[in-house]
């Protein structure tokens, strides 16, 4: 039962580039609202400067841009139950802030011209990378994320004021991906592209050593996820897509990905039909 004056929850996830804050967003946005669309995304990077900090609510009478609604109040008055995912809130001017502290503490915003965005229904997502090289190094010796909370919020308090950190509801700690964890959402992307295939009739497979060898095309723990895919892009789907074009594969056909010296190799069959 939550408050009525509150969001239902305010989060700060702090880790490294890549390992999953925003599809973790998205995934809350499915579990709790239904559809991945209920996601509202607001990059704050583009709320460095002082005279930005306004586009949130809106411009005040006068001021360029008044006849513009606010991104922020103006996205919640439209989606009232939602998601609000606050991409990097490190970079944002301190002024956002004063802002979010309205937030947490009415569960409301009025933008310039007068209007409620009410908050009650939603749930409150920042995401920062602070911290990043204490949570890798955790990670790369095997150590708990739980052992660096203390020095990692040491920088954090250094960064936010007391009373914004205070009304935060949790701060939850991303540790970086290893090799393992890499090989598991690599086969998770590949089954993107196996979808793709399937509408179309067509059957993929890569054995083992294909996914390792995918794996190593895309292994850089500094930048997590990122690179796999674009190593599957790069590597396969352009394959796969030159494949189509030239229709050297077709419906009702198997691809089979293989390594063959330091490349991927794909072959094509005919499906075979299932046995009775």
């Not at 095997?142 to 919020?153: A, D, I, N």
């Not at 979808?195 to 190593?216: F, G, K, P």
């Not at 997590?224 to 892009?233: D, H, K, Q, T, V």
């Amino acid at each position: 039962l939550n408050h009525p004056d509150r969001p239902i929850g305010s989060f700060l996830f702090l880790g490294p580039t890549g390992v999953g804050k925003t599809e973790l967003a998205r995934a809350l946005a499915q579990t709790l609202f239904g559809s991945q669309e209920r996601l509202i995304r607001l990059d704050m990077s583009e709320f460095q400067d002082k005279h930005t900090v306004s586009r949130l609510i809106g411009a005040p009478p006068g001021y360029v841009g008044h006849d513009e609604p606010g991104q922020l109040t103006d996205a919640v008055r439209r989606t009232p139950y939602t998601v609000v995912l606050l991409d990097e809130i490190e970079k944002a001017h301190a002024d956002v802030s004063n802002i979010l502290l309205q937030v947490f503490d009415a569960g409301r915003l009025t933008d310039s011209r007068g209007r409620t965005a009410t908050f009650a229904n939603t749930v409150i997502i920042m995401t920062s990378n602070l911290g990043a090289d204490q949570l890798l190094a955790a990670t790369s010796t095997g150590r708990s994320v739980e052992e660096v909370r203390e020095p990692l919020m040491v920088t954090v308090r250094r960064h936010f004021r007391p009373e914004f950190l205070n009304r935060i509801d949790e701060i939850v700690l991303f540790r970086g991906l290893d090799r393992p964890r890499l090989r598991t959402i690599t086969k998770l992307l590949l089954e993107q592209t196996r979808q793709r295939l399937r509408a179309q009739n067509i059957t993929l497979r890569l054995d083992d050593h294909a996914i390792d060898w995918i794996v190593d095309r895309g292994y850089q723990p500094e930048y997590g996820a990122r690179p796999l895919r674009r190593a599957i892009g790069r590597e396969l789907d352009k394959k796969l897509s030159r494949m189509l074009l030239t229709e050297d594969l077709r419906p009702g056909q198997e691809v089979h990905g293989s390594v063959a010296g330091d490349r991927l190799e794909l072959t094509v069959a005919e499906s075979q039909p299932p046995s009775s």
